[in-house]
């Protein structure tokens, strides 16, 4: 009998840690808004309505190394619209790479103050949550997470959760010390080899990190792309975009390794070319829970 008790127990906790990381704080869809201005035309509005999304993680502002080596604001968004009733903005920062090369004691609160004042100065209420969004690497990691440490201080004496973006490769690192992390399933390749693979989607960049995902310890949502990529390269325009088969193959990949990857869904990014560039039907097979 208590051989079986011991077992049972035993099963209990492995059960419980396989499942730890699966409990994502929100779910359904949701959407990035990547633009200097916020105002949403009638195709954006419908859209929202449509697939039921309540949720725009916002661009707010990047932060960037000035002349002096010291992070700035950069690129700040304008409100020329109030948020439409119903829908929870969560309020994201980009921070370029070289932001988190030496430590910054102040850098938190000033960014943490800023959102702050930001929300305040547009009637922006009831926001819950922010957003880190990084492109760190193992180099940099530990002044990062010291970053995020601080953020989330300053986040939660007002009442605020954060999150962060998690690229493919980052999920080879430990997890950073936030509520959650949002899967960023584009971007995957070199700009540089456009000749041989799509660097906003190709399958065969994403299957060597498959394997870490399970073990990631971090609740992680998926960012599935919709934008399209255009640039003129040694003379030779270019353009690049994910087939929906590219979307909806990476989707069931991550998928049957991880099932917090289903609860919470976003695209990047809201727009009206990007939501006239894949059918509805399209949309709702990527949306699909």
């Known amino acids: 009998m208590r051989a079986a008790i011991i077992a049972s127990f035993l099963l209990f906790i492995t059960a419980c840690s396989h499942n730890e990381h699966t409990q994502l704080p ?24 449509t697939h039921n999304i309540k949720t725009i993680y916002c661009r707010y502002f990047d932060v960037v190394n000035n002349a002096d080596n010291k992070p700035v604001p950069n690129a700040t968004i304008q409100f020329a619209q109030a948020v439409p009733d119903g829908i929870e903005l969560i309020p994201t920062v980009f921070i370029m790479n070289n932001c988190m090369q030496h430590p910054s004691d102040s850098l938190a609160t000033k960014i943490v103050d800023r959102i702050t004042q930001m929300n305040e100065t547009n009637g922006i209420h009831n926001v819950h949550e922010l957003q880190i969004d990084c492109d760190y690497t193992l180099r940099n990691r530990a002044v990062y997470y010291t970053f995020l440490r601080q953020v989330a201080t300053e986040a939660r004496m007002r009442g605020m959760s954060l999150s962060v973006t998690i690229r493919l490769h980052q999920l080879s690192m430990p997890a950073p010390p936030v509520d959650y992390g949002v899967l960023m399933l584009y971007n995957t390749g070199a700009p540089e ?17 498959i ?6 310890p971090l609740p992680l949502a998926a960012a599935y792309p919709v934008f399209r990529w255009q640039r003129t390269i040694h003379g030779v325009d270019i353009t690049h975009m994910a087939t929906i088969d590219d979307i909806l193959r990476t989707k069931r990949l991550v998928e049957a ?9 976003l695209t990047y990014h809201l727009d009206k070319e990007n939501i006239e560039r894949y059918t509805q039907s399209d949309y709702e097979k990527i949306l699909n829970h």
């Open 193 to 209: 080899r456009f000749t041989e693979r799509n660097p906003i989607l190709d399958l065969r960049d994403v299957e060597p990190y």
């Open 257 to 265: 390794e991880r099932s917090d990857l289903r609860q919470l869904i």
């Open 26 to 49: 929100r779910t359904g869809n949701a959407v990035y808004y990547w633009r200097t201005l916020f105002s949403l035309n009638d195709t954006e509005q419908t859209f929202l309505r």
């Open 211 to 216: 394997r870490h995902l399970k073990g990631f």
